[in-house]
């Protein structure tokens, strides 16, 4: 379902005109801004079908930006609906933040070992 059905300003139907075929109002950016949104819903659908919900989140944010499709919506809804993962594994995280990621091996050496160079 398409945003611009009427013409905002005579209520003329649209159908997938640029331009209004009544009064002549030009809603090419409106159209392009639909389309635009359209393409980011579908990319937040792709993108949360591989399990990237922060890449899917954002992508949905800016179609909801643009002209807040129904996908996008529902795809955002459906994201704030699942639970978090970390919480599956480690339980609800404490005093609402996560967990702190482990410290890479690198930073473990003591200071008493010296640090080597590549050339």
């Known amino acids: 379902m398409q ?6 300003a005579c209520r003329a139907r649209m159908g997938d005109a640029t331009e209004c ?13 639909e389309r635009q949104s359209l393409a980011l819903a579908r990319l ?17 944010q800016a179609a909801c930006s643009l ?17 978090c993962p970390l919480q599956e594994i480690n339980g609800p995280p404490a005093e609402g933040l996560l967990p702190s990621p482990p410290t890479p091996s690198f930073l473990n050496k003591s200071a ?5 160079t590549v050339h």
Not at 21 to 33: K, L, M, N, Y
Not at 44 to 60: F, K, N, S, W
Not at 68 to 83: E, H
Request: overall charge positive.
């Open 21 to 33: 075929p009544r009064c002549g109002s030009d809603f090419s950016i409106a159209r392009q801004a």
């Open 112 to 116: 008493s070992q010296p640090l080597t």
């Open 44 to 60: 937040a659908v792709r993108e949360l079908m591989l399990g990237q919900t922060r890449q899917a989140t954002v992508a949905a």
């Open 3 to 8: 945003a611009l059905e009427r013409c905002p």
């Open 67 to 83: 002209a807040s499709p129904l996908l996008a919506r529902a795809v955002l809804r459906m994201i704030r609906q699942r639970p």
